[in-house]
């Protein structure tokens, strides 16, 4: 994601300080995108949006490699 020349979505841009940990949250399902191609960085978070993720976040860091 470091060093993209063309972001995957609309409303970040590749030059983003976060922009390869939007595209990690999105890659390993912990957040999805508000619309298609829209991450929303300008959006609030809901309460159920933030226990979904901390949900998705515990889950993964208990996986098994």
């Known amino acids: 994601y470091k060093g993209a020349s063309r972001s995957r979505f609309l409303d970040v841009q590749a030059s983003h300080p976060a922009y390869s940990s939007i595209c990690a949250t999105i890659e390993k399902k912990i957040m999805r995108l508000k619309e298609k191609q829209l991450f929303g960085p300008d959006k609030h978070l809901t309460g159920p949006?933030?226990?979904?993720?901390?949900?998705?976040?515990?889950?993964?860091?208990?996986?098994?490699?």
């Open 49 to 65: 949006d933030a226990l979904l993720i901390t949900k998705r976040l515990k889950d993964l860091s208990q996986m098994s490699y």
